[in-house]
């Protein structure tokens, strides 16, 4: 018969490839953790209008990327493509905005149903941090410091840089809008399909474009950035201001707009030139208007997300190796219980220590060359005469020291070291 197959574009995680996910997710718990950021979990589903509401309709997320399905009881219900508007939703629905200052942060898989390519999946996770309550432009500060931070912990800080910019109050963007509008429709002919179509549903995205033609129609557009208020010109400056002093490294990126209706005021990606065509590990921006759009009481909020896959593939890129435990493999001659009884004693006496025990009762060959294959660094023999003497063999697998016969307590003391 033949075998199912995954579905396309949602991948395993395989066991060669977890202790590096760990490592690295252990980094970024440790970094949210000393920023005082908290962890909140949600559903994997939540009601489609959550999205539509939140995202927007004319967002490609929405019109062409959400699963999005009936359930028994006849409710749309789509997986969730990003996690900020279910925690705004979580936010307001427990009551956690009512004190200003919450900074949460989640992680998991989200889904689109994107064209898979490299760097570009199904079923993909993030890392994102939330902020409500706060206007000053200091937390806008805060979250690209959090950033930089993660980028040297995980050692890849060389190879990511920063870009920013403000896309001012929606008032600002409405007119600003209108004078992009106004600049394309005498270039309209020259624009690829796509770009025509968004020309009338969400303009700015136009940015987004990958077509060379279009880019270079963008790249003399009317920016944004000269139509910011007063208000949204002094809060960028004052973000500009707090990043130099910080030491922080950004270029200002006019075209940066994000995908994602909700944004305004200052937006930023971190991006790579590593990964090829889909260089954005991280990105993020305010969305004030949001809790109000989702039904709360207006609060300014901010945050980023940040793609584990390409974070993976960016570490990977690099030599630096997370620690793996030290491990010991239980060669047993014997009956399985007392290979079973010294493994239990081994990890009884050395906490961390990662313990394997060759239960197939082959024979001393087969069980060295697994012993061998497994990456232990050393191995504790255990045949008739140990059992017998109440000993061990202890047998260094990769480097040069001879084996040594030692009572329990004296190997779980050569272990522990
Ligand atoms: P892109 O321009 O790459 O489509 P986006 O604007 O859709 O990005 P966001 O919604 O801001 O992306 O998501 C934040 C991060 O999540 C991205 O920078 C990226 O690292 C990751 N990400 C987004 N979509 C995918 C995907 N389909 N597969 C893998 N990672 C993704
Ligand atoms: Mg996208």
């Known amino acids: 018969m033949k075998s199912v197959q995954s579905v396309r574009g949602m991948h395993d995680l395989l066991p060669d490839q977890s202790m590096l996910w ?63 508007a279910g925690v705004v939703r979580a936010a307001i629905e427990h009551g956690l905005l009512h004190v200003p200052g919450l900074k ?5 898989p989200m889904f689109r149903h994107e064209r898979p390519q490299k760097g570009r999946l199904r079923q993909f996770h993030q890392f994102g941090v939330e902020v409500f309550g706060i206007e000053a432009p200091a937390v806008d500060v805060e979250l690209i410091a959090l950033g930089e931070r993660l980028w040297k912990a995980l050692g890849i800080g060389g190879r990511i840089r920063l870009e920013i910019n403000s896309l001012g109050s ?37 940015f ?16 944004l950035t000269d139509s910011l208020d007063e208000d949204s010109a002094r809060r960028f400056d004052e973000v500009r201001r707090l990043l130099d002093a910080l030491g922080i490294a950004y270029r200002i990126n006019p075209g940066l707009v994000r995908g994602l209706d909700y944004y305004c005021e200052t937006v930023f990606e971190w991006i790579t030139d590593d990964l090829g065509a889909q260089g954005t590990v991280c990105a993020g921006g305010r969305y004030d208007g949001l809790v109000e759009i989702q039904g709360g009481r207006a609060t300014p909020g901010i945050g980023f997300a940040m793609g584990v896959e390409r974070l993976v593939e ?30 239990e004693e081994i990890r009884n006496r050395c906490p961390g220590l990662e313990v394997a025990c060759d239960l197939s009762g082959g024979s001393f060959k087969s069980q060295f060359k697994r012993a061998d294959r497994s990456g232990a660094g050393k191995a504790l023999v ?11 063999v202890i047998k260094d697998l990769r480097g040069e020291t001879a084996q040594q016969r030692l009572s329990l307590d004296e190997a779980a003391g050569v272990l522990a070291r």
Request: aromatic letters at 6%.
């Open 208 to 223: 987004d474009s990958k077509v060379s033609r279009t880019r270079q129609i963008m790249a003399d557009a009317p920016r």
């Open 22 to 84: 760990r490592g690295i997710e252990h980094t970024v718990r440790e970094v949210l953790d000393c920023y005082g950021y908290r962890e909140i979990r949600i559903p994997v589903l939540e009601k489609t209008d959550l999205f539509v509401r939140a995202i927007g309709n004319a967002t490609d997320v929405v019109e062409k990327e959400m699963y999005t399905f009936e359930d028994r009881n006849g409710d749309s219900l789509s997986l969730r493509p990003e996690g900020t």
């Open 104 to 108: 949460v942060w989640y992680h998991g």
């Open 314 to 343: 960016l570490v990977s890129l690099e030599d630096a190796q997370f620690p793996t435990r030290p491990a010991v493999y239980i060669v047993c001659a014997v009956d399985p219980e007392h290979g079973l009884a010294l493994a």
């Open 382 to 392: 255990l045949g008739e005469d140990e059992l017998a003497d109440n000993m061990v």
């Open 170 to 206: 929606p008032e600002s963007r409405r007119t600003y809008r209108e004078k992009l509008v106004e600049y394309l429709a005498g270039h309209e002919d020259q624009l690829d399909d796509d770009s025509r179509r968004r020309l009338k549903s969400n303009p700015l995205r136009i």
